[in-house]
């Protein structure tokens, strides 16, 4: 199951992005991928590590209370990744 997060500041860093997520979710993130780093379109790719479809929407919901340098994320969930994968098309 994946969680796509978006609406990261511009101004972070691709490591930044991912260690935040990983302290926010903690063991639910068991692998986060960053793209387009750099730029107003930056968003992640976090595979959660659960089971269960409804915990990825309960984790989403978690995810757009947080923000991230004063910017509020948003989050949604997929049960299959429905995000296309950047690393193929480069």
Do not use: W
Request: aromatic share 8%; with cysteine; net charge negative.
């Amino acid at each position: 199951m994946n969680l796509t997060v978006r609406n990261f500041p511009e101004s972070c860093t691709e490591q930044q992005v991912r260690d935040f997520l990983k302290k926010e979710l903690g063991h639910y993130a068991s692998e986060v991928e960053v793209y387009e780093v750099g730029t107003p379109a930056v968003y992640a790719v976090v595979e959660l590590d659960a089971s269960v479809p409804y915990v990825g929407e309960v984790i989403a919901r978690q995810v757009h209370a947080l923000h991230m340098n004063g910017v509020a994320l948003e989050a949604s969930s997929s049960l299959f990744g429905d995000e296309p994968d950047k690393r193929q098309q480069q």
